[in-house]
């Protein structure tokens, strides 16, 4: 089984948060478009800050409705900071420092500096007119992403799509959008490429059903472009491909797609993501994201070797 660990650290056995992330929630404090290019490490800095808030909210032994009260909001609130989803007030930041008893000055210089740089805008934040909260979600955990493991049985991953393919998948999506906005989301995706040239780039592992790959979306032309890419990104030092052939029957992910995030600050939780029509889940409980480890092993047990998986991708091209 190839190794898409990051850093040396294990997919298993480190602590989560405890709660269901949801989604589609508007984020009070949404930057403004058109800002210029931030680091890519906002969106990481508000999962490191939440993560402070509630230890500290945890070992004094305050609720989060009572934080909540505090600065006048409510505990959905306190569970959106915690788990970096929103935007941090400093106002508010200080606030829940005093109510959590944190009184030494140079502590709370500390955790407000980290509010404040956490502020930051997203390179994202250019597309914000066609970008739902719920994906703005994801694009900041893929972006802070150390590794990411996921299964797809419809379409080829989208760091991986070409032009032309990912313009056919979003016209499925988006039938009655101008050709205008089309483009802008094509470029949206073609912009989220770049992380896969990054100095740094994450380890990304992809167990594909083999209707990814007979799905002539755009057309054979566009589809064998596709499948080229396809076999090139394979071979990025990064990237492991794999597929799981018809041949092989059923498989323990039919239900659907789904990502697994992990990031290289152990503060920070495997977040499991499933994309729906309209909204995302978002899950970080440690039991849920364990079952999703075990599938995703399985998965790869069921699949072809990488190796034959480039071979048998290369050979559905010449078939398409």
Not at 190 to 215: C, F, N, S
Not at 277 to 294: F, G, K, M
């Amino acid at each position: 089984m190839p190794d898409c660990l990051a850093g040396g650290r294990a997919w298993r056995g480190f602590t989560y948060f405890g709660a269901v992330m949801t989604t589609g929630v508007p984020d009070e404090e949404t930057p403004v478009p058109g800002q210029e290019e931030p680091p890519a490490e906002a969106t990481v800095l508000r999962m490191l800050l939440g993560s402070q808030l509630r230890r500290l909210r945890e070992s004094v032994g305050i609720s989060a409705e009572k934080a909540g009260y505090e600065i006048r909001a409510s505990r959905s609130k306190i569970s959106r900071m915690e788990t970096g989803r929103v935007g941090f007030k400093v106002r508010d930041i200080e606030d829940l420092l005093t109510l959590y008893g944190v009184d030494d000055d140079r502590q709370r210089d500390k955790v407000v500096a980290l509010a404040r740089r956490s502020r930051e805008p997203e390179w994202w934040t250019q597309y914000h007119d066609i970008l739902p909260d719920w994906f703005e979600t994801y694009l900041g955990l893929e972006s802070a992403a150390t590794s990411i493991r996921s299964f797809e049985n419809q379409f080829v991953p989208g760091l991986f799509q070409t032009e032309d393919y990912a313009r056919a998948v979003t016209r499925l999506g988006h039938q009655a959008a101008p050709a205008e906005e089309i483009e802008r989301r094509v470029g949206l995706r073609v912009k989220r490429q770049e992380l896969l040239a990054r100095r740094q780039p994450p380890r990304i592992w992809v167990v594909m059903d083999e209707a990814v790959l007979r799905r002539p979306i755009g057309g054979p032309p566009v589809m064998r472009a596709q499948l080229d890419r396809l076999v090139e990104s394979a071979r990025l030092p990064t990237v492991t491909l794999q597929v799981v052939p018809f041949a092989r029957g059923g498989h323990a992910a039919a239900s659907g797609s789904f990502s697994i995030l992990r990031f290289e600050e152990r503060d920070l939780p495997d977040v499991v993501y499933m994309e729906q029509l309209t909204s995302a889940v978002y899950l970080d409980q440690r039991a849920d994201v364990e079952h999703y480890l075990e599938v995703v092993d399985q998965l790869s047990g069921e699949a072809l070797t990488p190796a034959d998986s480039v071979r048998f991708v290369e050979r559905v091209t010449r078939d398409t």
